[in-house]
C-alpha cells in the first residue's frame, strides 16, 4: 500500500478524534466534490464554474427520496449519482461546444439557471427556505443517525470514490484527458474527438458531484439553497486550488483546509474568509501547484539541508 | 493506383487564395516531395489533408475514398498521420505518454480501458520502438517541455510514426535544426522511404533533391511543375520562380 493511502486512512481514523464528528464528515463530502471537479480542473483543464448544478440537484432528488419514499440508502446513494450524471451530461454537452472564457461563462450561467429554477419551485423544493427534514434511515445495521456511524459511512464512501478516482486517472482515459489539456489541436490529430472526451469528464465528475450531494443532504438533515448555487461552485474550485489541482490529492487537502478553515476559524473570526482570500492568493503568486506542491518544495529544502548537514560533519 | 490524390483542391482566406486548384497524386511507398518559398500555401495543403480545414473547393481521396471534409480525428483513424511544422506536442506529458496516447488512439479495440496506462505491455513496447526509431529511447521518462528543441522534433515525428499511419505527411520536419542535426533528421527520414508513403514537405533543396522520388513545386498557392528531382532541376519556370541562385546551374 502506497504512502498516500497510509496517510489517508490515518486521517480518516483521526479525524473525528480531532474536530466535530459533522466537520470531520464534511471534510470527506467536499473532498468527493474536490475529487469529481478535479477530473475537469485539473486532468482536462477545464474550468468549470458550475459544479453545483450537480451537487444541488442531487442533493434535492435524493433529499426528496429520503422524505418522502422511506428508500434504501444505497438507492438513494445511486440514484444521486445518477443525477449528478445526467445533469452534468445535458450541461457539459453545451459547455463543450465552446473553450476559454466563453466556456467558463456556460457553466455559470447554466449553473445560475438551475439555481433560479429551485429558488422558484418552492414546492419541492422550499425555496430559500430549503429543503427540511431529511433523514438519515438505518443501512445494514448501521444506525446512521447516529453522528459517527454516518461519519464511518461517509469516510467508506470518500475512500471507495478516491480509490475510482484514482483507477480513472491511471488509466488510458486519464492521459487521453491529460492530452487535450496540453494540446487539444494535437489531440484530435492523432486521432481523440476532444469535445466527447470533454463530456465524458463532464459527466465523471458529475457522478461524484451527486454523491457528494447527497451525502451533504443527509448530513445537515436539509438541502440549502445555497448547495446549488454559485457560492458551493466557487468553493469546490477555491478548495481544490489551494490544495493543488495537479495531483489527485490536491483537492483531498483542499477539502481538508477548506472545510476546516471555514467550520473552525469562522467560529471565533467572523471575516475568516478573508483569511481563504489571503491563502489563496500566496498560492496563486507562489505555489501554482498548492499546497502540494508547497509540500514537495519544503520535503525537497529539507532534504537537501539535511544532506548538507551529513556532508559537513 | 495512388494512395492520395487531390482534385483541384483551393482554399481561401478572404481576398487570399492560399492554395489554388491543386491537382496531386501520391502513388503508394512513394516520398513525394513538395517545395515553394514560405507563403506558398504547403502548410494549408496538409491543413486541408487532415481535416484541419475544409477546402473552399476540390476534393481530397485517400485509398479511392473521398474524404473531403473529413474532421481530423476521423482521417487520423483512416490511416493519415502527420507531423507539424511548429512543434505541437503535450509539454507536461512524459516523452513515453506523448507517444503512447497515440499508440492508444489506434488500438482501440479495447474500448477505453479500466486498467492502468502503463498495463498495457505492448502499446507501451510500440510507443518505445517509435521513441527508438527517432533516437529518443533513452529520453523517455523525461517531462517533453525539458527536451532542446531538436529533441522536440524528434519527438513531434516520433508522434506521427506511433499511429502506424498508411500516409505520413512530414511539414519541414528539419525546421530550425542545426545543420549537424538537420543531417539527422534527413537521415531519419530516409530511413523512413519504402517503409511509408511519405509527402514531405522542405525547403532545402540539397536534402530535397536527394532524397525524393518525386518533388511537385508550389508556388503562390498553385503547382507550378511536377516531376523527378532531375526533372525539376531542369525546369526552366521552377528555376526562375524559385531555385533562382540556389542551386548552381
Ligand atoms: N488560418 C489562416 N487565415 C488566414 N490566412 C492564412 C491562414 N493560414 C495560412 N494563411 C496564409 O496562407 C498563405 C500560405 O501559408 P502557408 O500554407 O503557411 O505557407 P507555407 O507553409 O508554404 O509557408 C500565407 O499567406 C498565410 O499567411
Ligand atoms: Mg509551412
Known amino acids: 500500500m502506497s504512502r498516500a493511502w497510509i496517510a489517508i486512512l490515518a486521517a480518516v481514523v483521526l479525524l473525528p478524534m480531532l474536530v466535530r464528528h459533522a466537520i470531520a464528515t464534511e471534510i470527506w463530502i467536499f473532498a468527493i466534490f474536490g475529487l469529481g471537479l478535479n477530473l475537469l480542473l485539473g486532468y482536462t483543464g477545464l474550468l468549470s464554474f458550475g459544479q453545483a448544478t450537480f451537487f444541488g440537484s442531487a442533493a434535492y432528488v435524493g433529499g426528496y427520496l429520503l422524505k418522502h419514499g422511506g428508500v434504501n440508502v444505497l438507492l438513494v446513494l445511486a440514484l444521486g449519482i445518477v443525477v449528478g450524471a445526467v445533469s452534468a451530461a445535458a450541461v457539459g454537452y453545451l459547455c463543450v461546444q465552446r473553450s476559454g472564457l466563453y466556456f467558463i461563462m456556460l457553466t455559470f450561467a447554466l449553473n445560475q439557471m438551475f439555481y433560479f429554477t429551485a429558488y422558484q419551485w418552492t414546492s419541492v423544493t422550499g425555496g430559500e427556505d430549503g429543503m427540511p427534514g431529511i433523514p438519515r434511515p438505518a443501512f445494514l445495521g448501521l444506525r446512521l443517525s447516529e453522528p459517527l456511524a454516518y461519519y464511518v459511512f461517509v469516510a467508506a464512501c470518500f475512500v471507495i470514490a478516491l480509490g475510482i478516482m484514482k483507477r480513472v486517472v491511471e488509466s488510458p482515459l486519464g492521459k487521453i484527458l491529460q492530452a487535450i489539456r496540453e494540446n487539444e489541436v494535437r489531440a484530435q490529430a492523432i486521432g481523440y474527438d476532444a469535445r466527447r472526451f470533454k463530456l465524458l469528464a463532464f459527466v465523471i465528475g458529475g457522478a461524484f458531484s451527486g454523491l457528494a450531494g447527497v451525502l451533504y443532504a443527509m448530513l445537515f438533515g436539509i438541502v440549502p439553497l445555497e448547495a446549488i448555487g454559485f457560492v458551493f461552485s466557487g468553493n469546490v474550485v477555491f478548495g481544490t486550488l489551494i490544495g493543488g489541482s495537479g495531483s489527485l490529492y490536491g483537492p483531498v487537502i483542499g477539502a481538508f483546509v477548506f472545510i476546516w478553515l471555514s467550520e473552525s476559524v469562522s467560529v471565533i473570526w467572523q471575516r475568516w474568509p478573508l483569511l481563504l482570500g489571503v491563502a489563496f492568493v500566496i498560492v496563486v503568486l507562489f505555489f501554482r501547484g498548492g499546497l502540494v506542491e508547497a509540500w514537495d518544495r519544503l520535503a525537497t529544502w529539507w532534504s537537501v539541508r539535511r544532506l548538507r548537514g551529513v556532508a559537513e560533519t | ?249
Do not use: C
Open chain 2, 1 to 249: 493506383m495512388a494512395l492520395l490524390r487531390t482534385e483541384d483542391v483551393t482554399k481561401t482566406f478572404g481576398a487570399l487564395t492560399a492554395v489554388n486548384r491543386v491537382t496531386l497524386a501520391v502513388e503508394e511507398g512513394t516520398l513525394h516531395s513538395i517545395i515553394g518559398p514560405n507563403g506558398a500555401g504547403k502548410t494549408t495543403l496538409f491543413n486541408l489533408l487532415t481535416g484541419q480545414a475544409p477546402p473552399t473547393s476540390g476534393r481530397i481521396l485517400f485509398d479511392g475514398r473521398d474524404i473531403t471534409g473529413t474532421p481530423p480525428q476521423r482521417i487520423a483513424h483512416l490511416g493519415i498521420a502527420r507531423s507539424f511544422q511548429r512543434t505541437n506536442v503535450f509539454p507536461a506529458l512524459s516523452v513515453l505518454d506523448n507517444v503512447w496516447v497515440a499508440v492508444f488512439a489506434r488500438s482501440r479495440r479495447r474500448g477505453l480501458g479500466w486498467r492502468p496506462a502503463d498495463r498495457y505491455p505492448d502499446l507501451t513496447e510500440r510507443a518505445l520502438a517509435a521513441l527508438g526509431e527517432v533516437g529518443l529511447g533513452d529520453n523517455a521518462r523525461r517531462a517533453a517541455r525539458e527536451l532542446s528543441h531538436g529533441e522536440q522534433r524528434q519527438l513531434e515525428l516520433a508522434i506521427a510514426l506511433a499511429a502506424a499511419p498508411r500516409l505520413l505527411l512530414l511539414d519541414e520536419p528539419a525546421a530550425g535544426l542545426s545543420p549537424d542535426e538537420t543531417r539527422k533528421m534527413v537521415a531519419l527520414v530516409r530511413g523512413l522511404k519504402g517503409r511509408y508513403t511519405i509527402v514531405l514537405i522542405e525547403h532545402k533543396m540539397d536534402i530535397i533533391m536527394t532524397i525524393s522520388d518525386r518533388v511537385s513545386v508550389m508556388h503562390f498557392g498553385s503547382l507550378i511543375a511536377e516531376g523527378t528531382p532531375a526533372e525539376i532541376q531542369r525546369h526552366a519556370e521552377v528555376r526562375r520562380a524559385y531555385l533562382g541562385g540556389i542551386v548552381a546551374p
